[in-house]
């Protein structure tokens, strides 16, 4: 069965506009699309419809490529923006896929268009399940933060950049600061230089394996050394990614003396 596919064209010839329609049904899609040259019509459909891709000519009489992109941001910037074009020049190409689109396929080489398309589409799905994976996190953190902030472990999370994303005041009360100032900050702007960097490296080596560790640690504070048995666990978007790194350290000054 073809795959369903709901796509806007902006286009002011006809016969480039079927030719479109048809390599896209002969690339396996059950298409579905409407076709417009004229920016108030686009965005009366932008506004009443949902859609799974955008094409667009470049030069129109009262149209253009660089218009339907802005058009497309301000109302569906999720929704992948393709030129179908003829030859343009290569500085408005380049500055028109910083500018959000996807990709520039000549009309010539249609043959492109489809693995395009292909491609989008699946990297809308990505971030669409991304999306819903942090919103469950984040619903998550809100449910157990009053387990977490009851817990004698000091916990926080990182991102791969080594960038606090959350801290419990066990954690932040080590240092004598609060949740609000560790937030954002890097290993360096919390621990000594010399702890920092040997705590990245541990932090960055699950970043790429992904495999949780447990270790011991001293963590020199003005005035003592504090020890720490810290057990550290990757959280994995729905593709296998790792995310964030949490750690949860019970505090073993006592024992190890």
């Not at 489809?114 to 799905?125: F, G, N, S, T």
């Not at 998550?140 to 817990?151: A, F, H, T």
């Not at 720490?228 to 978007?237: A, E, G, R, T, Y």
Request: net charge negative; glycine share 6%.
């Amino acid at each position: 069965m073809n795959q369903p596919l709901r796509i806007l064209i902006v286009e002011d010839s006809e016969d480039d506009a079927t030719l479109l329609q048809r390599t896209l049904q002969r690339g396996g899609y059950e298409v579905t699309c409407e076709v417009v040259d004229m920016p108030s019509a686009m965005r009366a459909l932008l506004e009443n419809q949902n859609w799974d891709v955008i094409t667009s000519d470049h030069a129109m009489p009262h149209f253009s490529a660089p218009a339907a992109l802005a058009l497309a941001k301000e109302l569906r910037p999720d929704v992948p923006f393709i030129i179908v074009s003829g030859e343009i020049d290569l500085n408005l190409a380049v500055s028109l896929m910083k500018g959000g689109a996807q990709d520039y396929i000549q009309k010539r080489e249609l043959a492109r268009l489809v693995p395009a398309i292909d491609r989008e589409l699946r990297e809308v799905e990505l971030r669409r399940g991304r999306q819903r994976y942090e919103t469950a996190l984040i619903e998550g953190e809100l449910k157990y933060r009053s387990l977490i902030e009851s817990s004698s472990d000091a916990i926080f999370c990182v991102d791969e950049k080594g960038q606090f994303q959350f801290t419990n005041q066990i954690f932040a009360s080590t240092f004598g600061k609060t949740p609000d100032y560790i937030i954002g900050k890097s290993f360096r702007d919390i621990y000594p230089k010399e702890a920092a960097d040997a705590r990245y490296e541990i932090f960055k080596r699950l970043f790429q394996t992904g495999e949780s560790e447990s270790f011991d640690i001293a963590v020199p504070i003005p005035g003592k050394t504090l020890y720490f048995h810290s057990k550290l666990s990757p959280i994995k978007d729905e593709t296998g990614k790792v995310i964030l790194a949490m750690s949860f350290s019970t505090d073993i000054t006592e024992r190890k003396r």
